[in-house]
């Protein structure tokens, strides 16, 4: 199906791709009828998803069905009284009900707003308001529907609130009993147009209150190289993305791409994420194709992957934070599987990344989308030479992609600032070799100045996870009066280091990170903790950590 929105869609290699790749916008696009309907219409038995859950239950969907709860769903909104432009809210975890809910959405114009299950009263008051949400749909359970009955008081746009079961509590409608009691749903493609936003995401940033992402109904799109050319997916592929609902990456690997190239999502819907249990999942259900971020794959690493049969994967993928090289030494170790790293922010799709043609380099990114003009801009102005660091960017003068975001709802300040002069700034920065592949480094704000040197987190992180001892860790500058800042590690031990804390141990890892990249790059400050400050999607919260080093030292 992607085939028709692409030039060319089959390459003969890296070279090829980069030349030739270019989507094909139509004239009217609308995920639901043109992708869902059209596969419920050419192969309606064909396995869109399968669902599993950490209790042992089991169901799959057709695209036939995905289109018969989708209509019943829109129809039961459109009875509720919302209307194109509306927004929802949409708290459903990795419930099925998440994917009937956002099809039926796309189809009549509301726009849907992906949730955490992890939001508090405040975090809801917030959102609520900022986006004058019309409608919550949650999963029916505890503390999910003390904080949002909480939080109405304080929220008076919100007119429905929707409960998909088990619980359905008094004032709440009844998701599945509206479904079934709704009329006969009448297709209207009619009603949406490309430029419509039809998504919106509340980034989660590491400062500051999350921003509002505005995101068009060309969006899905731009996934068909997120599915095709990254997650190397065909028609018999089973995919399984890890990640909840609540967050974008749901559905870069859990909906638009992979339907639009026709594999089947994957999904398991479990409490909390167990690295034996996972890969008991892929081994029982014969996955195909995996993709986690880093933190997920440093814990099946640890786990002895001699005990499960994981024959049925063929490619992994990895992306959410930047990947550290001993994490893909140990997985190609012991599954013979290249990880394939990949870029890309909640305001584009998949930006940077390492196709089926490339041989990946550990710890690098890739190389550039083709569907964005890609490039690194230094301080003053100019496009990075090799090896120097500079600032990534989506060059929107010759044309504006699709995929890239509309700007941030209601605050058309931050919109300018990050979007200037036909560029869109990520704030993060990276290099690139004499191959052209790119490497990361840092947000921006994150780049630590000590002595006259430029220090990439990243790449001190790095070097700390090739030590035994280190799970995980932050590197931050801390003020000092000589050399400007200093790197500081903060770190979460392993168990079998936990009772050996103390400065012998700091020394053997300033030592070993001196061993593994430059020795100016040290940390000169190490503080062993139990866990670190993050933001509620996962993301490490460095500022915190510099806001309390130099308010009251570490």
């Not at 109405?152 to 004032?171: D, F």
């Not at 009619?190 to 509340?202: H, R």
């Not at 869109?424 to 704000?445: I, K, L, M, Q, S």
Request: aromatic letters at 10%; glycine letters at 6%; one cysteine or more.
């Amino acid at each position: 199906m992607f085939q028709k929105y692409l030039k060319q869609s089959v390459f003969s290699s890296q070279q090829d791709f980069q030349e030739n790749y270019q989507v094909i916008v139509p004239e009217h696009f609308n995920f639901g009828y043109d992708v869902v309907d059209e596969w419920a219409k050419i192969s309606p038995t064909k396995i869109a998803l399968k669902w599993t859950n950490d209790h042992g239950e089991y169901k799959e969907f057709s695209f036939g069905d995905m289109k018969k709860y989708s209509d019943q769903a829109a129809s039961f909104f459109l009875k509720l009284g919302l209307k194109k432009g509306d927004m929802v809210m949409a708290i459903l975890k990795r419930r099925v009900e998440f994917w009937f809910t956002i099809v039926a959405l796309h189809k009549i114009g509301v726009i849907i707003i992906p949730a955490t299950h992890l939001l508090t009263k405040k975090d809801l008051i917030y959102r609520n308001n900022a986006a004058d949400i019309k409608a919550i749909i949650a999963v029916g359970e505890e503390p999910i529907i003390e904080h949002i009955n909480d939080s109405m008081a304080e929220s008076p746009t919100v007119e429905h609130l929707i409960s998909i079961g088990p619980k359905i509590p008094e004032g709440w409608e009844d998701f599945h009993k509206g479904m079934e009691s709704a009329p006969e749903f009448e297709s209207t493609p009619e009603v949406t147009a490309n430029e419509d936003i039809m998504l919106m995401s509340f980034t989660s940033g590491t400062t500051g209150n999350p921003k509002m992402v505005t995101l068009d109904y060309l969006y899905p799109l731009a996934h068909i190289t997120t599915a095709k050319y990254w997650h190397n997916l065909h028609e018999n592929s089973l995919h399984l993305t890890i990640a909840d609902t609540g967050w974008l990456k749901a559905v870069w690997g859990k909906l638009y791409g992979q339907w639009l190239v026709g594999a089947c999502v994957f999904v398991y819907d479990h409490e909390k994420f167990a690295p034996a249990d996972m890969l008991a999942i892929i081994q029982k259900h014969k996955i195909t194709s995996l993709c986690a971020p880093p933190t997920i794959f440093r814990f099946l690493i640890r786990e002895d992957l001699t005990k499960y049969d994981l024959s049925s994967l063929e490619y992994c993928t990895i992306a959410g934070e930047a990947l550290n090289p001993e994490v893909y030494n140990q997985f190609l170790k012991q599954t013979g599987i290249k990880l394939k790293e990949g870029y890309g922010q909640s305001e584009t799709t998949l930006d940077i990344l390492t196709t089926p043609w490339m041989e990946p380099k550990p710890g690098s990114m890739g190389l550039p989308n083709p569907h964005y003009d890609v490039d690194l801009l230094t301080l003053d102005g100019r496009s990075a030479e090799v090896g120097e660091q500079g600032l990534i960017i989506i060059r929107t003068d010759k044309s504006f992609p699709t995929g890239l975001f509309k700007g941030y709802y209601r605050n058309q300040q931050l919109t300018e600032e990050c979007c200037q002069n036909n560029i869109y700034n990520t704030g993060d920065v990276a290099w690139r070799d004499e191959d052209g592949y790119y490497w990361f480094v840092g947000r921006a704000d994150d780049v630590i100045k000590s002595s006259g040197y430029r220090i990439g987190p990243f790449e001190v992180e790095s070097a700390l996870m090739t030590h035994p001892a280190v799970v995980e860790c932050a590197i931050t500058g801390v003020p000092d009066e000589i050399r400007g800042q200093v790197v500081k590690a903060t770190i979460i031990l392993s168990k079998e280091y936990k009772d050996k804390a103390g400065e012998e141990l700091i020394k053997e890892i300033q030592e070993h990170v001196k061993s593994v990249t430059a020795p100016y790059k040290y940390p000169r400050i190490i503080e062993f903790v139990e866990e670190l400050p993050k933001t509620i999607s996962g993301k490490i919260r460095r500022t915190e950590i510099r806001e309390k080093d130099t308010v009251g030292g570490s």
